[in-house]
C-alpha cells in the first residue's frame, strides 16, 4: 500500500496539465478519492470537493481524515454554507485533541499542525495555542513542506513583515527539487502580495505570472481567488485583459469566497463589506486604503484618473466614509 499523506495531489510532483492524470495514479482507492477532492477545490468545483471530503470527516485514518476537515471547511466558505464550514475547521482542533491520546508518528503530529495553522493563520487569526509549525516542518513531504512555507511565509506577511516572507518563499523556491505545481502557486501568489505591498509593480506581476503559468493548464482558479484582495489589483492587471472568460470566472469565486470568508472571519461585523463592494471597487479600496493616489492607482490598473475618482465615489458611498483613512478598518477586518 501506498504511503498516505495529508492532500496527496498537492504533495505530488507532476507537470503542469497532468493533475488529473496524477489523481489517477494513486492505487489506494481512498487516496484517489482525496486527491480528486483536491483537484475539484484548487480548480474551483467546490461543490464536487466537498461531497467527496464530507465522506471522509470521521475517517479513522488520520491523513484522510485532517485532509478531508481542511477541503471540507474551505470548499464550504465557498458554497457561503457557515455552518459546514466550521465543522470541518472544527475537525482539524478534534484531530489535534486526540492526537494527544495516541501513539502517533512525528510525521503525522506534524500533518496535524500545520492543519492547525490552515484552519487558523490563513483565517487571520492566532495560531498561539498550536506549536510551532518551523519546528515540525522538516518531518513533512516535499510538496506538503512546500506549502508549510507558503503558510508560514503567509504568518510573516500578516505581522508586516514582508522581506521576511518573500525571502522565505525565495529560499523554498530555489531549494525545491521537483515541482510541485499547487504549492508553488500558493507561494507565487505571497511573493506577489510582498511585492505589490511595496509597490515593486513590474516585480509584482512576474511573480503572479509565474504561478500563473503553473495554474492555468490544469485550471486552478482557487489561489487566485483566495488571494484577490491582498493581491491588490494584479489580477485585473494581469488576467482581466487576457483572459475575459477565466476572469469572469475568478471574480464569480471571488466574491462567494470572500463572503463566506468573513463568515468564519470575523462573526461579528454588523457590515459585511465583501456584500457591499464589487471585486474591481474592492482592489481599488485595498490601494487607496494603503496610501495609493488616484494617479498611482490610475496606472497601475490603466485606467483614467477620472474612472478612480467615479469608482472611489462609488466605494465611499457604499461604506458610508468620507475619507480614504476610514477605509482601512474596512479592508483589514
Request: aromatic share 10%; charged share 25%; glycine share 6%.
Amino acid at each position: 500500500m501506498e504511503k498516505r499523506t495529508v492532500l496527496p495531489l498537492l504533495n505530488s510532483a507532476f507537470e503542469p496539465g497532468k493533475a488529473l492524470e496524477t489523481v489517477e495514479q494513486f492505487e489506494d482507492k481512498d487516496v484517489r478519492n482525496i486527491a480528486r477532492a483536491e483537484f475539484f477545490y484548487f480548480s474551483g468545483k467546490a461543490k464536487e470537493c466537498s461531497e467527496i471530503a464530507r465522506l471522509y470527516l470521521e475517517d479513522e485514518t488520520m491523513e484522510l481524515r485532517l485532509s478531508a476537515c481542511m477541503l471540507y471547511g474551505y470548499a464550504n466558505m465557498t458554497l457561503g454554507n457557515s455552518a459546514a464550514a466550521r465543522r470541518g475547521l472544527d475537525g482539524i482542533r478534534d484531530c489535534m485533541k486526540k492526537l494527544r491520546y495516541t501513539d502517533a508518528s512525528e510525521e503525522t503530529y506534524a500533518f496535524c499542525i500545520l492543519a492547525g495553522y490552515i484552519g487558523t493563520v490563513l483565517l487571520h487569526q492566532p495560531a498561539d495555542e498550536i506549536p510551532d509549525l518551523w519546528k515540525y516542518s522538516s518531518m513533512l513531504p516535499g510538496g506538503v513542506k512546500l506549502f508549510a512555507v507558503y503558510v508560514m511565509a503567509h504568518q510573516a506577511y500578516l505581522k508586516g513583515e514582508y522581506w521576511s516572507a518573500y525571502g522565505m518563499c525565495r529560499t523554498a523556491m530555489f531549494m525545491a527539487e521537483n515541482v510541485y505545481p499547487i504549492s508553488m502557486i500558493y507561494i507565487q501568489c505571497i511573493m506577489a502580495m510582498c511585492m505589490i505591498n511595496r509597490r515593486h509593480k513590474k516585480e509584482a506581476q512576474e511573480e503572479l505570472m509565474k504561478g500563473w503559468v503553473l495554474a492555468e493548464k490544469d485550471g486552478f482558479l482557487e489561489p487566485f481567488i483566495e488571494h484577490h484582495g491582498v493581491l491588490r489589483g494584479l489580477i485585473e492587471v494581469c488576467i482581466r485583459k487576457t483572459d475575459a472568460d477565466v476572469y469572469k470566472r475568478i471574480i464569480e469565486g471571488v466574491m462567494s469566497f470572500s463572503r463566506g470568508w468573513m463568515e468564519i472571519h470575523n462573526t461579528k461585523a454588523k457590515r459585511k463589506v465583501t456584500n457591499e463592494l464589487s471585486a474591481m471597487e474592492f482592489s481599488i479600496a485595498m490601494m487607496a486604503s494603503d496610501g495609493w493616489t488616484n494617479k498611482e492607482i490610475a496606472s497601475y490598473m490603466e485606467i483614467s484618473v477620472n474612472t478612480v475618482k467615479h469608482y472611489l465615489t462609488d466605494i465611499f458611498s457604499k461604506l458610508n466614509v468620507k475619507k480614504r483613512e476610514e477605509l482601512k478598518k474596512y479592508m483589514l477586518s
